[in-house]
C-alpha cells in the first residue's frame, strides 16, 4: 500500500507511537511522511527516516510570529492555534493531486494526534481513506487537568481550553473515515463527542527484553516519561511530597530516580543527588529501568496508556501506579501491577516492593508476561493495516 503519514512533530525517541509504528509500517508498504519539525530534534528525526529510503517532507514550524493574532481567534484550542501549518496542508494537497495524475494513488491518510489534523487541516477533507489517530481524547485530559492539575495557571488554560477542544474533535472525528486511540477510556468519550464516529481502540506496543531483568538489591524507584508534561509534573510532584518521606522514613537509602526528557527547573532543584537523583534525556530508557528495583506511575490524572508502565513491564520490573495510570490497560490491571491511590498506601506498597524480593520478582513476570502478549507493535500495526484496507474497500463499495 502507498500511505501519506502525516505528524505535527518529528518521530523522536520521545513519540514512540509514530516511531515504532512507522517502523513496522515501513517494512511492507510505501510510505510518504509529511511532519512539522519545531527544533533540530524533529530534523533530526526526520534525517534517520530520509535516509532509511522513505520519502520524507519535513515543515519547519515557527508559529510564534504569527501566534499573537490567532488569539483572536478565542472559540479556537491553543492545540490547534501553535498547530496550524497552510504550508503542510498545501503540500499534503500537492501530494495527492500528484499521485492521481500520476495514476498511482495513495491508499490511506494517516493524521496522528489533533496537533498533525490542525496542521494538515483535515476538516478540510483529503478525498482519500483516511485514519485519525486521535492517540488520546485531548478535551478530556483538559477536564481532567482543571479538575486536578496543583498550579491554578495550569488549571485555568485548561479550563478555558476544554470546549474548543471538544468543538474541533468533533470536526475531526466528523472528517475521518476512522479514528484510533490508544485505550478505551479515550473511545468513551470521543463516542460521546461524536455518537456517528468509527472508533477504534489500538493500544501502544512495546519492545520486551527476551527475559526479564535480575532485579537489582538496591532500592531504587524510578518514575520515567517526558518530565515537561503537565500531568508527569503533577505525578512526580505529589509522589515527592505525599508518598516519598513515608518510604524513606522505613527505607533510609532508598533512592528515587526521575528519568526523562526536558525536566523543568524546580524538579531539578529538589534532587539532592543522594535520595532524588534526575537523569536527564537518557540515551536508553531501558539501561535506567533495568537499575530500579520498582517502577512507579503516581499519575493523578492520565488519558490513554502510559507507556512508563509497558516499558517497565517489558523489563520485568514491578510496577506500583494509582488507578488513574492503570485505566488505561487493557484486561484486569491489579493482576499485573500493584494499584494504590493514597499516599500512605502508595508508599506502603513501595515499601514492601523495595524489601520482599519474592513479591517483587512475581509481579514483575507477571508484568513481563502481559506485555509481551497484549502490547506488541507488529499486533498494533497489522491493525492499522486492517484499517487501511478496509476504507480501501469502503470506497470501492462506494
Known amino acids: 500500500m502507498r500511505i501519506l503519514f502525516i505528524l505535527p512533530y518529528g518521530p523522536t525517541e520521545t513519540r514512540v507511537r509514530s ?47 504569527w501566534l499573537p493574532g490567532a488569539y483572536r481567534a478565542l472559540r479556537q484550542p491553543l492545540q490547534r492555534i501553535i498547530s496550524t501549518s497552510p504550508e503542510l496542508a498545501r503540500i499534503v494537497r500537492r501530494l495527492l493531486a500528484e499521485a492521481d495524475e500520476a495514476g498511482n494513488p495513495y491508499d490511506a ?27 488520546d481524547c485531548i478535551s478530556e485530559l483538559a477536564r481532567l487537568t482543571w479538575e486536578r492539575n496543583p498550579s491554578p495557571i495550569t488549571r485555568l488554560v485548561a479550563r478555558v481550553e ?40 489500538i493500544p501502544n506496543g512495546v519492545t520486551c527484553l527476551s527475559d526479564p531483568v535480575q532485579l537489582v538489591d538496591d532500592p531504587v524507584v524510578i518514575f520515567t516519561g517526558k518530565l515537561s508534561y503537565h500531568a508527569n509534573q503533577a505525578a512526580i510532584r505529589w509522589f515527592i511530597d505525599s508518598s516519598w518521606p513515608w518510604v524513606t522514613r522505613s527505607i533510609p537509602d532508598a533512592r528515587l530516580v526521575v528519568a526523562g526528557a526536558d525536566p523543568p527547573g524546580w524538579l531539578t532543584s529538589r534532587a539532592d543527588g543522594r535520595q532524588i537523583q534526575i537523569v536527564a534525556n537518557p540515551p536508553d530508557m531501558m539501561v535506567e529501568i533495568a537499575r530500579a528495583r520498582v517502577a512507579i506511575a503516581p499519575m493523578q490524572y492520565s488519558v490513554g496508556i ?12 514491578p510496577v506500583i501506579a494509582t488507578s488513574a495510570a492503570l485505566d488505561g490497560l487493557t484486561g484486569n490491571a491489579s493482576l499485573v501491577a500493584r494499584a494504590a491511590d493514597g499516599e500512605r ?50 470506497r470501492w463499495i462506494a
Open 306 to 317: 502510559q507507556n512508563k508502565i509497558l516499558e517497565a513491564m517489558a523489563a520485568g520490573v
Open 109 to 135: 491518510v494517516h493524521v496522528e494526534h489533533l496537533r498533525g489534523a490542525s496542521a494538515a487541516n483535515l476538516p478540510g477533507g483529503f478525498g482519500v481513506p483516511t485514519v485519525f489517530d486521535a492517540v
Open 345 to 394: 498506601q502508595f508508599a506502603a506498597a513501595v515499601i514492601r516492593m523495595l524489601t520482599d524480593e519474592r513479591h517483587a520478582r512475581s509481579l514483575g513476570q507477571r508484568g513481563f508476561d502481559y506485555v509481551r502478549l497484549h502490547h506488541s507493535w507488529s499486533t498494533a500495526a497489522s491493525r492499522f493495516e486492517a484499517l487501511y484496507r478496509k476504507d480501501e474497500a469502503m
Open 162 to 201: 476544554e470546549e474548543p477542544t471538544r468543538r474541533y474533535e468533533r470536526t475531526c472525528l466528523a472528517s475521518a473515515d476512522v479514528t484510533t486511540v490508544a485505550a478505551e477510556r479515550d473511545a468513551f468519550v470521543l463516542r460521546e463527542i461524536y455518537p456517528g464516529a468509527q472508533i477504534d481502540v
Open 19 to 65: 516511531r515504532l509504528l512507522l517502523t513496522e509500517l515501513a517494512k511492507r508498504h510505501e510510505i510518504t511522511l509529511v511532519a512539522l519539525t519545531w527544533n533540530h530534534a524533529d530534523q533530526d528525526a526526520l534525517t534517520i527516516w530520509s535516509e532509511r529510503g522513505v520519502d520524507v517532507r519535513s515543515v519547519p514550524h515557527r508559529p510564534r510570529a
